[in-house]
C-alpha cells in the first residue's frame, strides 16, 4: 500500500521561533520515506498538510502540491512498468524535473520564443533572463515570494548603468512588468498556482520623469553640421538620429521604416499608421530635413542594431560638444519639445508622436516650462548683476 502526505519537520528539529521544512511523506508498505520540498516555514505556519498565515502562502501550496504530484507521478510509473519502488531515485527524478535547479529560469527561456512579440520587445524579456540569472536567488519557482521580489527590487535599483550611476525606476519597473508577464503566463499554464505581484500591485512603480531630456535647437544644428567619415557607422548614426529628431520616431518604428507606407500629400510624405510596440494610431509628415536624409540613402535608410546605435549617438554627442549622453529616445523628445515652442497644439503632438494620451504629452510641455523659468532665472542675475554695479 502506498500513502502520500504533508508533514512538517518529521524529525522535529525546528527549534521555538525557528523555521523548519514542509516535506512529502511517502509511504510504501508502511515504511515512510520524505521528499525535500525546499519549503521552510515556522511551526504555527502550517495547518492541516497546508502553509496558512503567510502572504505567500498560497505560492508555497502551489510548490508543494507540485512536488506532491511529482513524486506520486513516480510512484504511478514505477508501479505501471512493474519496476520497485526507489524512494531514491523518486526524490532524483523529482527533483531533476521542471523543479530542480535554476527550473523558472529554464522554464522562462524555453518560453520566449513562444511569445510572439516583436523583436525590440523580446530583447527586454531576454535582458530581464540574464538578470536573472546574475542575481542567483530567483531561479525556481518556489523562490517567487512577496519578501524575494521586494529583495529582488532593491538589488536591481544597486544596479549601474553605463554612465556609473543607478539605472531609472523605469528601466527598473520595466525588469518587474515583463517578470509578471511570464508569471502570469505560467500561472494560465498550470505550471504555478498564484503569482505573487498580484499582492504587489503599486509597489513597484515608473516612477517617470516630470520632465525630459531634449535637445536645444543649436544642439540640434551642431549635430547636423558634424563633419563625420563619410559612410563611417558614425554618420549613419547621426543621420538616423536627425531623422528622429524631425519625425518623433521610436527607435523600433525607425528601423520599421518603408516610405512606400507613406504619399505624397500636398508635395509632403504623408502617412497614417500605427507605432509596433503599443498599436497607438499616430500621423507623420516628413519634414524637409527628414527627406534630406532619405535622399542621402536614395529612400532606405541605414539599419543599425540598438545598442551600436546608442554606442555610437554618445561618441556623436561628445564631438558635437553636448553635455548629456545621447540616446535615440532623446531625438522622440526633442522633436515633441520643439514642436510645441514652434507654437503647436498639445493635442496635435500627442498625435504625431503616437501617445495613449496627452498627459504623456505633458511632461514635454513641463520642459519647456522649466527651461523658460530658468531662462527668466539667468536674466534676472544679470539684471542684479548690472543694478550692483551701478550703485
Not at 326 to 355: C, E, K, N, P, Y
Amino acid at each position: 500500500m502506498i500513502t502520500t502526505s504533508v508533514v512538517f519537520d518529521h524529525r522535529s528539529r525546528a527549534k521555538k521561533g525557528e523555521e523548519g521544512p514542509v516535506e512529502i511523506r511517502v509511504t510504501v508498505d508502511r515504511k515512510p520515506y520524505y521528499v525535500q520540498t525546499g519549503v521552510k516555514i515556522l511551526r504555527q505556519e502550517f495547518a492541516g498538510g497546508s502553509v496558512v498565515d503567510r502572504a505567500d502562502a498560497d505560492v508555497l501550496n502551489s510548490r508543494i502540491r507540485i512536488i506532491k504530484e511529482l513524486a506520486m507521478a513516480a510512484i504511478n510509473e514505477c508501479l505501471a512498468n512493474g519496476t520497485p519502488i526507489d524512494i531514491p531515485t523518486i526524490r532524483k527524478r523529482v527533483w531533476g524535473s521542471s523543479m530542480g535547479d535554476h527550473s523558472m529560469l529554464n522554464w522562462i527561456e524555453d518560453q520566449l520564443p513562444l511569445l510572439g512579440l516583436k523583436e525590440g520587445t523580446l530583447k527586454h524579456y531576454r535582458t530581464l533572463l540574464l538578470r536573472l540569472r546574475e542575481y542567483e536567488l530567483l531561479t525556481n519557482w518556489h523562490d517567487l515570494t512577496t519578501e524575494n521580489l521586494y529583495k529582488w527590487n532593491a538589488w536591481l535599483h544597486s544596479l549601474k548603468g553605463w554612465d556609473g550611476k543607478p539605472i531609472s525606476d523605469a528601466a527598473v519597473y520595466n525588469y518587474h512588468k515583463c517578470l509578471k508577464a511570464l508569471i502570469s503566463r505560467a500561472c494560465r499554464m498550470g505550471v504555478i498556482g498564484t503569482n505573487p505581484y498580484e499582492r504587489l500591485r503599486g509597489e513597484f512603480k515608473r516612477g517617470d520623469k516630470e520632465t525630459v531630456d531634449y535637445l536645444t535647437e543649436d544642439e540640434m544644428q551642431r549635430i547636423q553640421q558634424l563633419d563625420l567619415d563619410p559612410g563611417s557607422t558614425l554618420e549613419k548614426a547621426r543621420d538616423l538620429f536627425v531623422f528622429q529628431m524631425y519625425t518623433g520616431l521610436s527607435y523600433t518604428d525607425l528601423m520599421a521604416f518603408d516610405i512606400k507606407n507613406y504619399r505624397l500629400e500636398d508635395g509632403m510624405w504623408t502617412t497614417v499608421a500605427e507605432r509596433i510596440k503599443t498599436g497607438v494610431s499616430y500621423i507623420s509628415r516628413l519634414l524637409p530635413p527628414a527627406v534630406q536624409v532619405l535622399e542621402k540613402y536614395d529612400y532606405k535608410l541605414p539599419h543599425l542594431d540598438n545598442s551600436d546605435y546608442n554606442r555610437n549617438l554618445k561618441g556623436i554627442g561628445v564631438a558635437a560638444g553636448i553635455s548629456v549622453p545621447l540616446h535615440s529616445h532623446m531625438a522622440r523628445h526633442t522633436f515633441a519639445t520643439w514642436m510645441l515652442s514652434q507654437g503647436i497644439s498639445l493635442d496635435s503632438v500627442s498625435v504625431m508622436v503616437g501617445h495613449t494620451n496627452t498627459v504623456q504629452t505633458r511632461r514635454y510641455a513641463k520642459t519647456l516650462a522649466k527651461t523658460v523659468r530658468d531662462d527668466f532665472d539667468k536674466v534676472a542675475e544679470k539684471l542684479k548683476t548690472a543694478i550692483s554695479s551701478q550703485t
